[in-house]
């Protein structure tokens, strides 16, 4: 088991109108379904900004433009039994190639799990419905969308 760590992670906030690009995590045996912004991990001497490009390209094979930082976001939390502490740097950014744009959902790749991604266009309302609002990873970034 690795040791306790800040995990640091560079996320795109892409809009398409109201909809934003997110990737969804079906429900499980132990966790109900969540989504959260594309991206991943900041590697040592790696700007956020730079680890935002390359995981687009490594998870879509897309170009970035237009990205500027929106905010950052800090959390501890209790995650599969373990717990984990995490800062987001979340940028707002535009995706050069038309295609993701042109599809509601579509598969991404995660090279460092092997696994694939289900990247889905999600309405900001449905992170903010009163009665059963979606979960958004990080919880704060609700409030600022």
């Given at each position: ?35 959260y ?84 266009w ?24």
């Amino acid at each position: 088991m690795s040791e306790p760590h800040i995990r640091v992670s560079a996320r795109g906030l892409v809009r398409r109108g109201d909809e934003l690009l997110v990737a969804r995590e079906p429900r499980s045996d132990a966790n109900p379904p969540y989504h959260y912004p594309l991206g991943g991990g900041v590697q040592f001497g790696e700007h956020s900004e730079e680890a935002l490009h390359r995981e687009f390209e490594e998870e879509l094979g897309v170009s970035l433009s237009n990205v500027t930082h929106f905010e950052t976001y800090e959390a501890v939390f209790t995650f599969g039994g373990r717990r984990h502490h995490e800062i987001w740097r979340v940028y707002e950014a535009v995706i050069d190639e038309a295609w993701p744009y042109e599809r509601d959902e579509f598969p991404g790749y995660e090279p460092e799990h092997d696994e694939r991604i289900a990247c889905v266009w999600k309405s900001s309302a449905d992170f903010r419905d009163e009665d059963d609002p979606e979960t958004l990873y990080p919880e704060a970034l609700v409030a600022d969308l």
